[in-house]
């Protein structure tokens, strides 16, 4: 199977930068999507085909993806940015979805 | 805009099948989109189970295919879930999403329904 890596925590202070990455063998020629779940929620869609944010996904929300390694930038991040974060692909040689195990991002 | 939600027994016991149902509303579930259920057990990350299309085409995770049914009903615009021999391993968070063509990414979800497997 495809194997996605996140780190699992990671804390930003209010107005700062939280980068959020999700590592993949070649994951650079794949389409990356990312989820918000915060606590007690079902997920969210914020970025899709690694850099597009859906509609009323916010600026400060974007994605990258290079290599081996997918990356969701949040800017100037607020504490109503808290939440585990996850990517996912689809991956076609077992034509499977897999999703990372997730990030916990905590606003200090 | 569309919304779905998940109905089903919030308590199955082990050996017995669980089955759930999504509904769907404020859109077409014969429309060009597969259909899926998503899992999580307590405190854990999310779990790909499967997703169908609605003329049949079926993709289901490796580790689940033996016990796994995803069925679609056009007629009252809804898709379902039955997970056979459930064991406590089973017990999850169970959301369905509407998966967009392509089979890349989830686009709308439920709020999810708490299946426990205990006696």
């Known amino acids: 199977s495809y194997v996605l890596t996140q780190p699992p925590s990671i804390s930003v202070a209010p107005g700062k930068t939280a980068t959020i990455t999700c590592g993949g063998n070649?994951?650079?020629?794949?389409?990356v999507h990312w989820y918000q779940q915060k606590a007690g929620q079902a997920p969210v869609l914020v970025i899709y085909?690694?850099?597009e944010r859906p509609s009323g996904i916010p600026d400060r929300f974007s994605g990258s993806n290079s290599g081996n390694t997918a990356t969701l930038t949040i800017s100037r991040v607020e504490a109503g940015d808290e939440g585990d974060y996850y990517c996912?692909?689809?991956?076609?040689?077992?034509?499977?979805?897999?999703f990372g195990g997730g990030t916990k991002l905590t606003v200090l | 805009q569309l919304q779905m939600q998940e109905s089903g027994p919030g308590l199955v016991k082990p050996s017995e099948t669980l089955s759930l149902t999504c509904i769907v509303s404020g859109g077409s579930i014969s429309s060009n989109y597969y259909w899926a259920w998503i899992r999580q057990p307590p405190g854990k990350g999310l779990e790909w189970i499967g997703s169908m299309y609605y003329s049949g085409r079926r993709y289901y995770k490796s580790s689940l295919k033996s016990r796994v049914t995803i069925s679609v009903d056009t007629s009252n615009n809804h898709f379902s879930l039955e997970l056979s021999s459930v064991t406590a391993t089973d017990t999850a968070m169970y959301y369905c999403a509407r998966h967009v063509p392509g089979r890349d990414y989830f686009d709308s979800w439920g709020q999810g329904t708490l299946v426990t497997v205990s006696s």
């Open positions: 070649r994951i650079g020629s794949k389409s």
């Open positions: 996912q692909v689809w991956d076609d040689g077992t034509e499977h979805v897999e």
């Open positions: 085909y690694s850099r």
